[in-house]
């Protein structure tokens, strides 16, 4: 026997009688404000995209050519040694088996262990990351703090004097820096200010002035390109009609650019910076290399040529993780001086 159904009558009474009980019921429910489903989307992103990074990595690294127990173990080692050390590693399961269980690894925390040396990846990393953090670090604050006075005093002039010798000698050296290699740059620097002048190291790290030469190695390309970007903005706002608008009230110099230029240019710059910023961890690979800086980049060259899958494994995905975060620490600072940015990012 079924049971019968509802009246009619119950069911409009449970249900909302007008449109504007309907809207009433919808304004009740808990909603999420646009920063909220902004950094929601954000953290999305960010989990594909290291999802993605963890999935190419691992089967990029295993398509290089060569036996990584091999050449850990060297050609002397006995075939039943080195059959013995891969079985140990796991590295003789299907690929799709080691893959099922170096994520199950990444699940807990675990960067697996390095073929050559045995120690844990994560503890590998965590002794070279130091260098490395304080190296992209001291980089882009050398590098934002050069470029926005450059920039900002290139377009005051360029707007009070035009075009002028000073004008294009700043815009030459500028492309100049832009142009050049940070490794070509490194040489440079060495050449100069060891070799010839021999005021600093030419490499090494422990001491304040270890950081110098590599630190503008890194950071001199980033400053000139963020010099130039915040010359354009700066001179597109000095033009601007709210600009002159300020300035016929007889509003003071300073006070009109710290209120009505300085902000207008913030948007701008932190996008850039932000990439600057994740293009100079990335770019500590090839300089703590050139420099002998005992960083997560002289931990990289090395595990690539002996092939130490894990190791590699490991900084992809920190690099990965250092770069993402960035992005996403500079999206919140644009969403929270501009909140338009939100809205406009979709």
């Known amino acids: 026997m079924t049971t019968p159904p509802p009246p009619i ?22 909603r999420l404000s646009a920063r909220g ?11 594909v995209s290291l999802l993605v990074v963890v999935v190419a990595s691992f089967f990029l690294v295993h398509l ?16 039943e040694l080195v059959a013995a050390t891969r079985a140990e590693l796991g590295l003789d ?10 994520v199950a690894g990444l699940l807990h925390g675990d960067l697996g262990v390095s073929i050559r040396t045995g120690r844990p990846v994560s503890d590998m990393i965590a002794q070279r990351f130091p260098p490395t953090a304080t190296l992209g670090v001291a980089s882009f604050l050398v590098a934002l703090f050069a470029a926005v006075p450059i920039g900002i005093g290139a377009a005051l002039s360029t707007q009070r004097r035009g075009r002028s010798a000073l004008d294009a000698t700043l815009s030459g050296v500028l ?15 060495i050449a100069l200010f060891a070799v010839q002048l021999g005021w600093l190291p030419a490499a090494g790290w422990g001491e304040p002035q270890d950081a110098i030469l590599p630190v503008l190695a890194l950071a001199l390309g980033p400053m000139a ?48 910076g932000g990439l ?13 290399t050139i420099f002998a800086i005992p960083g997560m980049g002289g931990l990289m060259v ?6 130490d899958y894990p190791v590699v494994q490991g900084l992809v995905i920190v690099y990965a993780l250092i770069i993402l975060g960035v992005n996403l620490v500079v999206d919140l600072i644009l969403v929270t001086v501009d909140p338009r940015s939100s809205i406009t990012e979709g």
């Open 9 to 30: 009558a119950a069911d409009l009474a449970d249900a909302p009688t007008s449109a504007l009980a309907v809207r009433a019921e919808g304004l009740r429910r808990p």
């Open 37 to 47: 489903s902004f950094l929601l989307r954000r953290l999305g992103r960010l989990f």
């Open 64 to 79: 290089v050519p060569g036996d990584p127990v091999r050449a850990a173990l060297g050609i002397q080692a006995s075939p």
């Open 93 to 102: 399961k299907p690929i799709l088996q080691q893959f099922a269980d170096y």
């Open 175 to 189: 492309g100049m820096l832009i142009a050049v290699p940070g490794f070509l740059l490194a040489v440079g620097l």
């Open 225 to 272: 390109y963020l010099a130039r970007i915040v010359q354009v903005e700066m001179v597109g706002v000095l033009g601007a009609t709210y600009m002159t608008t300020a300035r016929a009230k007889r509003l003071p110099s300073r006070l009109v650019y710290m209120r009505h230029a300085l902000p207008n240019i913030i948007t701008a710059s932190l996008t850039v």
């Open 276 to 288: 600057l910023l994740s293009g100079l961890i990335a770019g500590t690979v090839l300089i703590e």
């Open 302 to 307: 090395p595990a690539v040529g002996a092939k």
